[in-house]
């Protein structure tokens, strides 16, 4: 354990799955929000909605670039999962499905809409997940 400890910016992406270039034809931006006292995490200072799951989804469109801006404005860091997709971290880092955000930081996220449906994009820490850190990433074929 004490060896040097790898990033993902550290990463690069194998020539075969490497996104080919492209200008991404929508960005979300997804503020991480929330603390542990009031214990109220969320995404855009909105927390998922267990009563009506497919209100505020994140709309993209069949076949788009998409870019997620993971903007930690929290004090703790949170593994960002999103379901369905692999996306690239930043021009030509690994491609993942889950990646970490540190506090006070911005994590750029680049996917393929190839797998249309409603996909949840959530911390991975299930406890934040669970009171609200979710979010629905949705498009029709
Ligand atoms: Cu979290």
Redesign the pocket.
């Known amino acids: 354990m004490d060896g040097r400890i790898l990033a993902a910016t550290d990463l690069r992406a194998a020539d075969e799955v490497r996104l080919p270039g492209r200008t991404p034809d929508r960005t979300h931006r997804i503020e991480l929000t929330g603390g542990m006292a009031a214990y109220d ?1 969320a995404l855009n200072g909105r927390p998922f909605d267990m009563a009506d799951p497919a209100a505020h989804p994140f709309l993209v469109g069949d076949g788009e670039r998409v870019r997620l801006e993971f903007v930690n404005r929290t004090d ?1 860091w ?1 593994p960002m999962h999103l379901h369905g997709h692999t996306f690239q971290v930043g021009a030509d880092g690994p491609r993942k499905d889950t990646v970490i955000v540190l506090p006070g930081r911005t994590v750029v996220c680049d996917f393929d809409a190839d797998n249309p449906g409603r996909w949840m994009t959530h ?1 991975h ?1 299930a406890y ?1 997940g669970e009171a609200g ?1 979710m979010g629905l990433v949705a498009y029709r074929a």
């Open positions: 995490w703790m949170h911390c820490n934040h850190m």
